[in-house]
């Protein structure tokens, strides 16, 4: 492990770097440009001239399959060896003591080791992991027939190997910890591996596995003296030079005998096998020859050289990139750890052990974990947090980071606690944040060789401009308006049809009577588009594309007609379910599927057409087809509150409290996310653009420009009659509607609550291009309960439906229809 630092130094930034940090970056790293990189701990990031070495090494040799004696594959397996030699080296490992393994990653390490105690005796083995081990690390106890323990203090663990001497066991035993906590960094004594040795030699011998994956990302291994060194390591070397895809297990070869009590053996691992008869087989000599099963990745063992190559090139030593992330590291944790709120209240609650320390490398590495805390004391939900850094261009990670048991521990999370969330809903990578008051994961930043001052400095301004309170805000609700003509002051002023789930609007043209079922307009979101892999339905989050599939509804001709972007051809599908046959058989030709949407597993019909699954897949650049939603088997409904609220509720001017509907009284949906119909005023949109234009921001030269309505993807845009109002717009009083009726047969509707945000508003709904705005600005203008809303839910009222269902009446809607609304 690394000496302890002496103290802090703007002269460890980038010391022995072969030119400043920003110099490497710009030759480097172009895919930098206006990205600012926090993840280092999930993979750091691979330079430019290590993939043009490995490019010229494969384009300038021939390799073969190692297992072969042609001149190819020899010249693999004398570059593999010397590899490996390499490798060994990088760590201070004798080749003497030390064997190394090439596996797929740090898992297939762990698994390794795991898999060959579990067939080193009958009786099996005893397994004991330290509470920061990473989810790999846990799932070994799962082989373990003699028991397993979570030691959940390092002062459990002092007192556990202070006992050692005094239990004397015939089977043998396991414990495996991280090098480094990957959730906040916190580092654990390697002197453990020697105490271990030294106090079970007597009793039954306890061997030891490092997790080093995290580690190593950032700070020197030395495993020098292998009297104290782990029996077993494990890490990836993507963690340190971003590529190649490859792990290591490092074998102390005096622990190694164990390792040959695995029973599977592959191809390449073995010197003779009778496959017939007497079963029968030689293991080859070497450690790393007995347990690499099958080929070797061997051309991901050459990208290595390259990567040693580069790395050394680049950054000199891993003790300098060590130096280099622990300044930055230091001056991050006190900027964000010493930010409040106007009224003291601390804005990032800190996760990190009492005895860690920034100063101090052999305690703390280079993360940081935190929530954000809003001056009343709520937490502020990781997701969104995460969701507004990457529509500003940053990237970190949320959640529990394959780390439960810190996780858990850190949060205050039990056993029965976390069992009942789960039962509740929660899983990883959702979106329930916070639940019983305590947050469900935590938000992280790792920090890597080539992050620099600009990289820290921005993520605190983000933290600072959209999470510090710097005042108080009254936020009274919107005062009534005098009306000067009793006339109605709202009309619809457009509609607009999404007949394809995430892709373009149809505007339903001015003079057109558009009918509304109980689902929404008709025709929206009936249709979407699956990947043909995985069934999932399409996002225009992750394919932002999509807003230039436009659609048109050709109610004469009783077809769908396509575009997509400036190609002129067209694609045209039956609106009628009955019709079986358009351009061929098989144009039309479905098969029924289960797809993800929104979360819910539903059943649709996809198309079989060849040409239909060509046009779309072509054009966004994934393998994609057509899908129809069958609403005559549809159990969706709709659902406008999609977390769990907060108790402490905090409101925006125009806003009320609203509790979900009882399910039983949802309205059904389609393909929509959440409701029916989504409803936005003009108005709202013009005082969001105004916040927009003159709020404070960065040199962003498209960061205040106005947004267009059709961002927030609405079926309905109110606007105001403003020449019948005594005074300006009201942006937001559709906050206070509970219902509302449409045109001169007064079409009632019921407001079912309002509509939360994420950044797929930031895509521009003519280019596809992502963009900071509106989003930006939403998390600071209108927020409720932790939630980002704009926008209204609504749907045909229960009464209308009713009614409508007895009289066998159409309802329609019309651009220009007054809309009367009522008020809580």
Known sequence: MEPKSNGESRAEYCTGYSEDVDVIREREYPFLKDTTYLDHAGTTLYAKSLIDSF????????FGNPHSRSSSSQLSTQRVDDIR????????????????????NATAAIKLVADAFRDSSSQGFWYGYYVDAHTSLVGARELAKMGHKCFTTSDEVEQWISQLGTEQTNFPR??????????????????????????????????????????????????????????????????????????????????????????????????????????WHAKKSTVHDRLEDGTLPFH????????????ERLFGTMSNVSSHTRYLAKRLHKRLATMTHFNGEEVCHMYMSPESDYDDPSTQGPLIAFNIRNSSGGWVGKSEVERLANVKNIQIRSGSHCNPGGTATSLGWTGPDLLRNFSA???????????????????????????????????????????????????????????????????????????????????????????????????????????????????????????????????????????????????????????????????????????????????????????IASFFSNFLGVPCTLARFPPQISTRVSNPSRTPRLK????????????????????????SNESPILLISRSSVNRLNEHIKYSPRSNNSTAGRAVEADVFRANIIVAENLHQLANAERPYIEDTWKSFSVGPGQLSFDVLGSCQRCQMVCIDPYTGNRREEPFSTLVKTRKINSKVVFGRHASLSAMELMQDFDAQKTCTVMVGDVVTPSCV
């Open 55 to 62: 490019a010229r090494d494969l384009t300038s040799n021939l």
């Open 85 to 104: 030699l390499r490798a060994l080296r990088f760590f201070s490992a004798d080749p003497e003591d030390f064997d190394l393994v090439f596996v797929a």
């Open 648 to 671: 402490q509720k905090t409101l925006m001017p125009g806003s009320f409290p609203e509790d979900p509907l009882p399910t039983a009284e949802l309205p059904p949906i389609l393909l």
């Open 300 to 311: 991901n063992i050459i990208a290595l050289d390259s990567a040693l190559s580069t790395h």
């Open 425 to 611: 809903g929660l899983r990883c990578g959702d979106d329930h944040d916070v639940m019983d008051g305590k947050p469900t994961g935590i938000l992280r930043v790792s920090l890597g060789a080539i992050t620099n001052l600009r990289d820290v400095d921005i993520f605190a301004s983000f933290i600072d401009e959209f999470y510090v309170e710097k005042a108080q805000n009254f936020l009274p609700l919107v005062p009534p308006m005098e009306i000067v003509t009793p006339q109605p002051s709202f009309y619809v002023e457009s509609l607009s049809v999404y007949p394809i789930k995430s892709c373009g609007a149809f505007k339903v043209p001015t003079g057109q009577r558009w009918e509304i079922k109980r689902e929404g307009l008709a025709w929206d979101r009936e249709w979407c588009l699956i990947h043909q892999g995985t069934g999932a339905a399409l996002s225009q989050k992750k394919y932002p594309r999509m807003t230039l599939v436009r659609p048109v509804i050709d109610l004469n001709r009783g077809v769908l007609r396509i575009t997509c972007g400036s190609d002129p051809e067209e694609l045209e599908i039956s609106l009628h379910r009955e019709i079986k046959n358009l351009v061929t058989t098989s144009l039309c030709q479905s098969s029924t599927k289960s797809s993800n949407v929104c979360g819910d597993r539903v059943t649709v019909q996809a198309y079989a057409s060849p040409a």
């Open 174 to 279: 396991l414990f495996a910890y991280p090098a480094q906590s990957n959730l906040n960094g916190r580092r654990s004594p390697i002197e453990w591996c020697k105490e271990i040795r030294d106090g079970s030699s007597r009793t039954g011998h306890v061997y030891t596995l490092l997790d080093a994956a995290s580690y190593v990302s950032t700070a020197p291994l030395d495993l020098s003296d292998a009297s104290t060194a782990p029996d077993f390591t494990a890490l990836s070397f993507y963690k340190i030079f971003g590529f190649p895809d490859l792990g290591a297990l490092i074998v102390r070869k005096s622990a190694a005998r164990i390792l040959e009590k695995r029973k599977f053996f592959g191809g390449g691992t073995v010197d003779m096998v009778l496959a017939v008869g007497t079963p």
